[in-house]
């Protein structure tokens, strides 16, 4: 399929030279670190993002902790399928990376031979982030937030165009949502089950302090009890 994007009067390759076009500038630390961020700590930050969420949400044990923690455990499985749907569509397009078609792109990270549009990162982090939205606004909103910077680090390096990372957030987000429902009550009956277990209910809900009182042994007394004791 013909490429999206050849000419420099295109909007797409104008804000690729644009926002590329600032690593020029940069100190070579800061390069080097957007490199890392951009291409493995942003990951790792929004796979701690997700943990981090199920350990509030088992902590808090909310009564809804069951329908939480399924639709966080439906988020990486999303982020899974959504790059595999990926896969075909970037057979279809077959657009280059920008690097190859434009020239003066400052490339901040080497060996991407395959096809550019859409990015994985973006895909799978919009993906991680819309996904803990569902179930969790504040670590949604973070999630989401994350991810943004994730597209802007794939342009900042040179190896994706700016609709590049739009489409991978459109394409993730697409996934979670539209799949959701069926997700949810597939995944729902199943945490409710888990958290209903003695031995893995721990997953769903943190274990109250009155757990494993031995049957017939006394208790704290309340303040009214000790009142009327006295």
């Known amino acids: 399929m013909a490429v999206l994007a050849e000419s420099g009067s295109n909007p797409d390759v104008d804000l690729l030279y644009d926002?590329?076009?600032?690593?020029?500038?940069?100190?070579?630390?800061?390069?080097?670190?957007?490199?890392?961020?951009?291409?493995?700590?942003?990951?790792?930050?929004m796979v701690l993002l997700v943990v981090g969420c199920w350990w509030s949400v088992?902590?808090?044990?909310?009564?809804?902790?069951?329908a939480t923690t399924a639709a966080l455990v439906w988020t990486p499985l999303a982020a899974a399928i959504a790059v595999l749907v990926n896969i075909p569509i970037r057979g279809f397009v077959e657009r280059p990376r920008p690097f190859l078609t434009h020239q003066g792109i400052d490339v901040l990270v080497?060996?991407?031979?395959?096809?550019?549009?859409?990015?994985?990162?973006?895909?799978?982090?919009?993906?991680?982030?819309?996904?803990?939205?569902?179930?969790?606004?504040?670590?949604?909103?973070?999630?989401?937030?994350?991810?943004?910077?994730?597209?802007?680090?794939?342009?900042?390096?040179?190896?994706?165009?700016?609709?590049?990372?739009?489409?991978?957030?459109?394409l993730g987000t697409a996934v979670v949502l539209l799949l959701s429902p069926l997700a949810t009550a597939v995944l729902t009956p199943v945490m409710k089950a888990v958290e209903g277990s003695p031995r893995v209910g721990w997953i769903v809900r943190r274990r109250s302090a009155t757990v494993g009182v031995v049957p017939g042994a006394r208790t704290p007394m309340d303040p009214e009890e000790r009142d009327l004791a006295a």
């Not at 020029?24 to 990951?43: I, M, N, Q, S, T």
């Not at 990162?121 to 969790?136: D, Q, R």
Request: proline letters at 2%; one cysteine or more; a negative charge.
């Open 110 to 170: 080497s060996g991407k031979t395959d096809y550019s549009f859409v990015s994985d990162h973006a895909t799978i982090t919009m993906a991680l982030g819309v996904g803990l939205f569902v179930a969790n606004r504040r670590f949604g909103l973070a999630g989401i937030g994350l991810a943004l910077v994730e597209g802007f680090c794939r342009v900042y390096m040179g190896v994706h165009y700016p609709t590049d990372v739009v489409g991978g957030f459109a």
């Open 19 to 45: 926002i590329n076009g600032l690593a020029k500038d940069a100190p070579h630390w800061f390069d080097r670190a957007v490199e890392l961020v951009g291409e493995y700590g942003l990951l790792v930050t």
């Open 58 to 66: 088992r902590r808090r044990g909310d009564a809804d902790a069951a």
